[in-house]
């Protein structure tokens, strides 16, 4: 039912920029947040931003100020713009809808993920 598909990952040198973009299935429009997250190897996926249906964001500390996330719920898609890019962002990065007004489950549905990796 909810299909969630990253594009944008690559290999890029520390310093430079990287956008990611996340296709929703559905139609995203209504009361739900969507996020990007990240899993390096060895360690826990972490939240790296998210963004409710009206605009509200949140960072990890680890981010504020070189990412910047967005959405445009006409077009059902949610970007991930990554500046000045650290060997340490390196991870699967994976979209995420977070659907608790239940309007398709009540539930969290996740992308399959895109590599992005750092070189220094």
């Known amino acids: 039912q909810v299909h969630l598909v990253e594009s944008g990952g690559g290999l890029v040198q520390a310093g430079g920029s990287l956008k990611l973009s996340c296709a929703a299935s559905v139609n995203i429009r209504g009361l739900n947040v969507m996020g990007w997250y990240r899993q390096a190897p060895g360690k826990q996926r972490e939240l790296v931003a998210s963004?409710?249906?009206?605009?509200?964001?949140n960072y990890a500390d680890s981010v504020k100020g070189r990412f910047t996330i967005s959405r445009d719920n006409a077009k059902n898609t949610v970007a991930l713009q990554m500046n000045n890019l650290k060997p340490e962002d390196t991870a699967v990065y994976y979209c995420?809808?977070?659907?608790?007004?239940?309007?398709?489950?009540?539930?969290?549905?996740w992308g399959q993920g895109t590599q992005v990796t750092v070189s220094s």
């Open positions: 963004i409710t249906h009206s605009g509200i964001t």
């Open positions: 995420n809808f977070n659907d608790y007004s239940g309007v398709y489950g009540l539930g969290d549905y």
